[in-house]
């Protein structure tokens, strides 16, 4: 199967959108070969602003660009531009419904060989604090260009969660998202509904896949790109049709999609809700390794269906 990289993809289109529209900008911090914002900076170099590492500076520099009409586009690590720039997105971002786009990689557990200060498993949860923000997590190459069209042409900041390694490739290159929207991306029935999102949904399919050819269950997979806004109909659905449903995500258990679907569903239809996620934090290894680890595979998605339904 074909495979791309989410991050490589998405600097593709952020360099495509650059041509059609002057007012995108982009500011980085030290990282823009990594985020393959570089080729824009060559491209456009007076539309381009490295800050070094100065995170806070970046995205101070973001708010006062879209308070003067620009559209800029912050770069960096995840696990940098999450954390470190937190009362700045808060004060100067967020508060202010500025139209600024958050565009980060190498999100999650799988950071290759950088260990337990590059991962990030919090970042979700820190930008759904941030009241205004849309947040979208792309599953593939074609999706990550998806939601940066979707970010980049929708007023009000957003924060795209990209990956790091090279993922497998099963979205059509036309793919386009919905603001607030999900996608069935495989379906044999519901005695399970798996609701997952970016790097954990290829795993998804092909544990469902398995439930059905080996154990004869049939499975619900639901990619939730938009978790916020979040697609509570879909939500709902899945709780009326299903058993149980099970929440698979590369980020803590508490503050990300675990924890969007319980509280909806405590309030609208109490429903068994299990999860597979990160409950700590991990350490050095590559993607096989970690992924193996903590779970994060088809194998578990498989082994906790079983053991549930």
């Known amino acids: 199967m074909e495979t791309g990289s989410t991050r490589e993809y998405a600097g593709k289109k952020i360099l495509e959108m650059g041509e059609s529209n002057s007012e995108l900008c982009v500011i980085g911090a030290d990282l823009n070969k990594s985020t393959f914002t570089n080729m824009f900076?060559?491209?456009?170099?007076?539309?381009?602003?490295?800050?070094?590492?100065?995170?806070?500076?970046?995205?101070?520099?973001?708010?006062?660009?879209?308070?003067?009409?620009?559209?800029?586009?912050?770069?960096?690590?995840?696990?940098?531009?999450?954390?470190?720039p937190m009362d700045q997105l808060r004060v100067g971002v967020s508060q202010s419904n500025l139209n600024v786009k958050v565009i980060l990689t190498h999100a999650g557990l799988i950071t290759g060989e950088d260990g337990i200060s590059a991962q990030s498993l919090e970042d979700i949860s820190l930008f759904l604090s941030l009241n205004s923000f849309s947040i979208l997590v792309p599953s593939d190459a074609h999706e990550a260009q998806a939601a940066v069209e979707l970010a980049v042409n929708t007023e009000g900041p957003f924060y795209v969660r990209l990956s790091r390694p090279a993922l497998p490739i099963f979205n059509d290159k036309n793919?386009?998202?919905?603001?607030?929207?999900?996608?069935?991306?495989?379906?044999?029935?519901s005695d399970v509904s798996i609701l997952t999102y970016g790097y954990m949904v290829y795993p998804a399919i092909e544990a469902a896949k398995e439930l059905k050819e080996v154990h004869g269950i049939n499975a619900r997979v639901v990619n939730m790109y938009s978790l916020r806004p979040l697609d509570e109909d879909t939500i709902l659905k899945c709780s009326q049709d299903s058993k149980f449903i099970l929440t698979v995500e590369e980020h803590f258990k508490y503050g990300g999609l675990h924890s969007l679907v319980s509280q909806y569903l405590s309030q609208h239809n109490p429903s068994k809700v299990l999860s597979i996620s990160m409950t700590d934090y991990a350490e050095s290894g590559t993607t096989e390794e970690l992924v193996n680890k903590y779970g994060l595979n088809s194998a578990n998605i498989v082994k906790t269906t079983l053991g549930n339904i």
């Open 41 to 84: 900076a060559e491209k456009y170099p007076e539309r381009f602003f490295d800050v070094g590492i100065a995170e806070q500076n970046m995205v101070n520099i973001a708010a006062g660009l879209a308070a003067s009409g620009k559209i800029p586009i912050v770069s960096t690590f995840a696990v940098f531009g999450s954390t470190r």
């Open 175 to 189: 793919i386009s998202l919905k603001h607030g929207g999900s996608k069935t991306v495989y379906e044999t029935g």
